[in-house]
């Protein structure tokens, strides 16, 4: 904001250059230091992000500060305001209206943006991202692009702060302005389009509202505002985390229902591989925790159009073998073959490109997403759409087909009565049939499913049997760990049994129930 607000200046007011021209100046510029600090930044996470961009803003602080050209601390006068066909917009109440089409065009854009193949990875990039790269999501690279879309807002509103004051100085681009702006985030809702201007408005009036009336109560001047501010944000983080404009949004009449996606022209669907023919192979895979062996010098083979169920007692590896196998953990030594091709060392997002899909046995979903959208993230391969597109809507054809793939896949597994409301909303069971649901949108070769049937009822599991069966008639193949000996039994059609990461028999289902090493393993272990 700062940046943009000074290019502007000095472009306009030492060079003579319209705000127009200085606008596209301006926002480039603050796209080149975006991306340059996006770069730096944006591999640090958590606490370590939100620090360092502190640090950027005390920087940049004295850094306006401290250069003559840019007028040190008093900052830059006379600023020309915009003008518009040679109308110029020097009172407040015309800077107004162009502030509100700015806001609105942004505020549009976003809500489009979140409404779409991008938004929803997006969406799941905070709590979600090892799922994300699991569906194809280049989570580094959307990270960049938020960061960046975020600073060319940020610079829109310099370049406007600037025009409209006609007046820049380093104050006004500090840590507390920093500060202000993370308030009123905070307060709006910042995972709420609207909360933007909610927050903006609120605190702004608040703020000018304690400036007349603190004065007189407290008899001396001084920012206590500041004070107010501070306790008002600890209430309303303990009354509503996700700040108000849930609670504006809950005052507002609910809209018509939502209706069920339109039929639209399928997607283009991968070539299945034959029959029998060798899918998955792994040898030798080796992973350990420190000290701890979690797979040891395990192989095993899989062949197309198979069920194949990987058993063992808890803590016996089968989880860890799936993160080998979708590249989420890098295996320490062997090797792991998809289609004849290597795949250990390949990112988890080349993988999924391949059709290795999965679930989690801790359920992945996004809780405050749609049933609907979590599904349609599982074909986010499938889709090329990007986030210029969606703000621009642009993207529409291709979204009706995502989404009417959501929705075959959902009623698919029988949820179609569920398409909008939150995944979180769901008992547990349920979840873990959406997360079935989300790896059949993405059109898979083969599918690893982590303990699926886990807190389904009878019935619910006997029709999960069911499906499962008819995927596996229709050719894709499924590499099951479970923990309900009868529903592996009557489903799969070889075993591969784990005891302590190593393999400890493989075989028939009647085989493996009556080999004495697996009984011993079970008695001694779960259930
Ligand atoms: P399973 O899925 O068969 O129940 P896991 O593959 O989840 O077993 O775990 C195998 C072993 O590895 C367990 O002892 C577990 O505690 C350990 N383990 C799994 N993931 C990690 C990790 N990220 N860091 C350290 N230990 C882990
Ligand atoms: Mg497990």
């Known amino acids: 904001m700062g940046l943009a607000a000074y290019t502007s200046a000095v472009l306009t007011t030492a060079y003579g250059v319209s705000p127009w021209v200085t606008l596209f100046a301006a926002l480039a510029l ?40 840019l007028g040190r601390y008093s900052g830059l006068d006379n600023v020309p305001p915009v003008s518009l066909f040679g109308w110029a917009l020097d009172t407040g109440r015309e800077s107004y209206y162009l502030i509100w089409i700015m806001t609105l065009s942004a505020l549009i854009a976003a809500r489009n943006l979140l409404d779409s193949r991008s938004g929803r990875a997006i969406r799941a990039l905070r709590f979600r991202s090892v799922m994300a790269e699991s569906y194809g999501v280049d989570t580094a690279m959307l990270k960049i ?69 603190l004065p007189k109560l407290l008899q001396r001047t001084g920012n206590y505002e500041i004070v107010v501010f501070g306790v008002l944000m600890m209430l309303l983080l303990h009354r509503t985390r996700d700040g108000l404009a849930p609670v504006f949004a809950r005052l507002l009449p609910a809209g018509p229902a939502r209706a069920r996606p339109a039929e639209a022209p399928p997607l283009p669907r991968r070539e299945q591989p034959r029959s029998g023919e060798v899918l998955l192979e792994v040898r030798a895979a080796q992973k350990q925790f420190g000290g701890l062996v979690a797979v040891s010098n395990l192989s095993f083979e899989m062949k197309s159009g198979e069920i194949l169920g990987l058993i063992g007692p808890n803590g016996a590896g089968k989880s860890t073998m799936f993160n080998l196998i979708t590249g989420v953990l890098r295996a320490d030594d062997g090797a792991i073959r998809f289609r004849g091709e290597r795949i250990d060392r390949r990112p988890p ?77 769901l008992p547990l069971g349920q979840q873990r049939v959406v997360e079935i649901a989300r790896a059949l949108c993405a059109d898979p070769v083969l599918l690893l ?73 079970y008695l001694g272990g779960i259930e």
């Open 449 to 521: 499913l982590d303990e699926p049937a886990a807190g389904l009822r009878y019935g619910e599991k006997r029709a999960l049997a069911e499906l499962l069966r008819r995927l596996r008639d229709e050719g894709v193949s499924i590499l099951l760990v479970e923990h309900d000996m009868e529903f592996v039994m009557r489903l799969v059609d070889r075993l591969v049994v784990l005891d302590f990461g190593e393999k400890l028999a493989e075989g028939l289902p009647l085989a493996i129930q009556t080999n004495p090493a697996v009984v011993e393993a």
């Open 145 to 213: 692009i938020v960061f960046l879309y975020a600073a060319l807002l940020a610079g829109v509103s310099g370049w406007l702060y600037a025009h409209y004051l006609r007046f820049v100085a380093p104050h006004g681009f500090g840590v507390n302005a920093g500060i202000d702006y993370l308030f009123m985030a905070v307060v709006g809702g910042a995972s709420h389009v609207w909360g933007a201007v909610i927050g903006a408005s609120l605190l702004t009036l608040l703020r000018e509202w304690l400036n007349e009336l």
């Open 349 to 425: 997002k080349e993988i999924a490109a391949r059709g290795i899909c999965r679930t989690f046995q801790h359920v992945n979903l996004v809780s405050a997403m749609s049933v609907l959208d979590n599904v349609a993230l599982g074909a986010h391969l499938r889709g090329r759409r990007g986030t210029v597109a969606a703000m621009l809507r642009r993207d529409r054809a291709e979204e009706a087909q995502l989404l009417a793939e959501a929705t075959r896949q959902i009623e698919r597994v029988g949820l179609g009565s569920h398409l909008f409301e939150p995944a979180g909303n």
């Open 30 to 69: 603050t796209a080149a230091l975006a991306l340059t600090l996006g770069f730096i930044t944006l591999r640090l996470s958590g606490h370590y992000l939100a620090i360092s961009t502190i640090a950027w803003g005390i920087a940049i602080y004295f850094v306006f500060g401290n250069l003559e050209i």
